[in-house]
């Protein structure tokens, strides 16, 4: 299995910009997670799906966000106008439900990091 | 509210001596604990999690936890550190609020730096 992959791995834009991130999660997994990183607050869930479906979005930080899973195997995060305190680190995590007490552990990307200028 | 605690920034050892990485939690019923690890430059990798049974848990690259249900803990641990496990590492647990879901509640991690 190929894990993870997200796009693309670095990212560089001026204010103002849109960008577009893309997820493909592990095949079979049915939950997809959206993470951001900074030095100052850490890692901070954003948004995530079950089943294609938006669960918790929680986390957006501003209606500049938005994400999106049209199918299983695909998933964006979008930043429409960018702003530079939106420079991160972004990942993409995915999990499968599991048997028994149904939870298995999440399976994280590489990340991209986006630098807006 | 579901929590972790990472009281250690950093965590100093020579290689070859044991290390642990504490770890504290706070959760409305039963707890679900993960670590993962974060090389530079790269995603957060799967350790090992506590769900039930044994309080000893073994994971990956030799690691272990203890989870300690009186001291709401689960210090990870190694025997012997190496060089390679220089890194940052991440305590989470599974967020109960309003229900079971499957998000995890990570901690703010700590920098493990193994010193030849």
């Known amino acids: 299995d190929a894990g993870v992959i997200q796009s693309p791995r670095h990212e560089v834009t001026e204010m103002g910009q849109e960008v577009t991130l893309r997820c493909k999660p592990i095949?079979?997994?049915?939950?997809l997670f959206w993470y951001r990183q900074t030095m100052m607050r850490g890692l901070e869930l954003l948004i995530y799906?079950?089943?294609?479906?938006?669960?918790?979005d929680s986390g957006m930080p501003e209606d500049r966000f938005s994400a999106k899973m049209p199918n299983a195997s695909f998933s964006t995060l979008k930043i429409q106008p960018s702003e530079p305190r939106d420079s991160a680190v972004y990942f993409c995590?995915?999990?499968?439900?599991?048997?028994?007490?149904?939870?298995?552990?999440?399976?994280f990307g590489p990340g991209t990091r986006l630098t807006v200028l | 509210a579901q929590s972790v605690a990472q009281p250690e920034d950093q965590v100093n050892v020579a290689e070859g001596n044991p290390l642990t990485v504490k770890c504290t939690y706070s959760?409305?019923?039963?707890?679900?604990l993960f670590w993962y690890v974060q090389y530079p430059n790269r995603g957060l990798q799967f350790l090992l999690k506590?769900?039930?049974?044994?309080?000893l848990v073994k994971g990956s690259y030799g690691f272990e936890a203890e989870f300690n249900k009186s001291q709401t803990s689960f210090h990870l641990k190694k025997p012997s550190a190496l060089v390679s496990d220089s890194a940052l590492y991440f305590c989470a647990v599974r967020d109960f609020h309003g229900g079971a879901t499957n998000k995890l509640i990570f901690g703010t991690g700590t920098l493990l730096a193994v010193q030849p």
């Open positions: 959760v409305s019923g039963n707890p679900y």
């Open positions: 995590a995915s999990s499968s439900q599991g048997g028994g007490r149904g939870y298995n552990e999440q399976f």
């Open positions: 799906f079950n089943n294609n479906v938006p669960i918790d």
């Open positions: 506590y769900i039930t049974g044994d309080n």
């Open positions: 095949s079979g997994h049915d939950y």
